[in-house]
């Protein structure tokens, strides 16, 4: 996979200029290293300082930030022109696991509650695995049709960045 990613970058004539980490899950985040030394990248997170309506630019491009704790503590998800991509957050059909040691099933629900809030409906997720039957979904059909919709009560709650 990274090797393809280089490949891309270099066909492109891409400059990266950051690597941003989701989480730090290590299916994640194994690729840094590699590409810290292919690119003049810099790897970004919560743990670098990433936090709730901060931006990342990238050309004319910018990502918001949306804090998404829950799977684990460090969770992010960002924002870009109805595009939303989360991590292991939230996948299409269900969300991510709960099992490590700064997960937070409490902190999970109320995350995917925020998404939905502060994202609008149509809003197209792309999850970190392609675990459900479809590549990508949007906000709205997840809010009906994900496995935890019932679980979480997706439902509107406002929060504020
Ligand atoms: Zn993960």
């Not at 290293?33 to 630019?57: C, H, M, W």
Request: glycine share 8%; charged share 30%.
């Amino acid at each position: 996979m990274l090797n393809k990613i280089c490949r891309f970058i270099k066909k492109e004539k891409i400059s990266l200029k950051y690597i941003i980490n989701t989480h730090n899950h290590f299916d994640h985040i194994n690729g840094n290293k590699f590409l810290k030394k292919k690119t003049p990248a810099q790897v970004i997170s919560y743990n670098s300082g990433l936090r709730d309506g901060d931006y990342v630019e990238i050309g004319n491009i910018k990502l918001k930030i949306i804090e998404t704790p829950g799977h684990t503590a460090d969770g992010v998800s960002l924002f870009v022109d109805k595009n939303l991509f989360t991590g292991d957050t939230l996948f299409v059909g269900d969300s991510g696991a709960t099992v490590s040691k700064d997960s937070d099933r409490t902190k999970l629900g109320e995350s995917l509650r925020k998404l939905i809030t502060v994202c609008p409906r149509e809003t197209i997720i792309w999850s970190g695995h392609d675990l459900g039957d479809k590549k990508v979904s949007t906000l709205e059909y997840e809010q009906k049709n994900n496995i935890n919709s019932e679980e979480y009560k997706l439902k509107t709650v406002h929060y504020k960045f």
